[in-house]
């Protein structure tokens, strides 16, 4: 199994995982903390968030494609799962 060497790979690598898993939950709590405000960094921090959720989503399809479950999940189910995860805690304390 052999990614490509996109900036992701390059400079996250084994941290992007547990980034992106972050980066699911503040992402959007970063751009809904300062909606509509562009100015703000909080703004750009949480798009930056999202971008690397969505570099892991398409390493995990890859992984998929390239037989690694383990990798798909990590990579794809999680980052997607989480926030509900988050959310539900919260919801029903």
């Given amino acids: 199994m052999a990614f490509y060497r996109d900036p992701y790979v390059t400079y996250l690598n084994a ?5 992106a898993w972050l980066g699911s939950v503040l992402g959007p709590l970063f751009i809904f903390s300062t909606f509509g405000d562009f100015t703000h960094h909080n703004t ?4 930056a968030f999202i971008i690397v959720v969505l570099l892991s989503i398409r390493d995990g399809i890859k992984a998929k494609k390239n037989g690694n479950t383990s990798g798909f999940i990590a990579m794809c189910v999680m ?11 919260f919801l029903v304390i």
Avoid: K, M, Q
């Fill in 15 to 19: 941290a992007g995982v547990a980034v």
């Fill in 44 to 47: 750009y921090i949480g798009f």
């Fill in 79 to 89: 980052p997607l799962l989480i926030p509900f995860i988050v959310l539900a805690t």
